[in-house]
């Protein structure tokens, strides 16, 4: 069985100490039952990854006394995932796999079509640190306050393309803006892409408005693209898009 990994906020170098937070020396001694001198790995996103070993402070306390560097610290892609808040699950799932698809930065978007506007962003990071430990990552994404979408686009650096998951076509009188006016799929709109950061936007549950539409196709870093023939939930919308973004773009 591997020896089980953390992420920790402190300095690692070979002798040193760090401390572990309570929840996890409980997780350590009480879920894993571990014993002291017992063998960890640990990462801090600076540092890379190095071996520790489980070691006693105090009389009931216990923390960790670092070996030798396994791995360098190396970076994840420039890519960032805008997303429109949804109910907690999904919102759960969405920083869960972003995570696991090495997104480098989650930044939640209120839209007008919106409808869950609280974010908890401890509550996010605290996924995004479980899912970084169990995938073999070396560092968590940063994870922002919400912005507004209009916020969002008028401090947008222009050297940063922006894909757009636009779902809709131009026929308001037709179910999901009938089928003129689509998007290309997302495929054949990255096929080309050649920049060193990247950022995808996907929307709420029900899609942008028509007004939020026409804004970000009139802008010329927006990537419309399209993810196929269904109409998917927003968190399967995010997680799809960032699997194609990964393969067509980043380090897959």
């Known amino acids: 069985m591997p020896a089980p990994r953390l992420y920790v906020e402190h300095g690692l170098s070979e002798g040193a100490r760090a401390p572990l937070e309570e929840g996890q020396a409980r997780y350590l001694t009480s879920v894993m039952r571990l014993q002291p001198g017992a063998a960890v790995r640990v990462f801090n996103g600076v540092d890379g990854e190095w071996d520790a070993s489980l070691t006693p402070i105090g009389r009931k306390g216990v923390g960790l006394t670092i070996g030798a560097q396994t791995r360098p610290q190396s970076a994840t892609p420039d890519l960032a995932l805008y997303f429109a808040p949804v109910k907690r699950h999904g919102a759960d799932l969405i920083a869960e796999k972003a995570t696991e698809l090495g997104v480098r930065l989650l930044q939640p978007v209120i839209t007008r079509r919106t409808v869950a506007e609280t974010v908890r962003i401890d509550r996010l990071r605290r996924i995004a640190i479980e899912a970084a430990e169990q995938t073999e990552r070396l560092d968590i994404p940063d994870i922002a306050a919400p912005l507004s979408l209009g916020r969002i686009l008028d401090g947008w650096d222009g050297e940063r393309p922006l894909v757009y998951a636009d779902e809709a076509g131009d026929d308001p009188g037709e179910a999901w ?63 799809a898009a960032l699997a194609v973004v990964q393969s067509s773009w980043g380090d897959w």
């Open 177 to 239: 803006g009938g089928a003129t006016g689509r998007a290309r799929p997302i495929g054949d709109a990255l096929r080309d892409v050649q920049t060193p950061a990247l950022a995808l936007l996907t929307g709420p549950e029900g899609g942008f408005d028509a007004e939020e539409r026409r804004l970000l196709r009139s802008l010329p870093f927006v990537i419309p693209v399209s993810l196929g023939p269904r109409i998917l939930r927003a968190e399967t919308a995010a997680i």
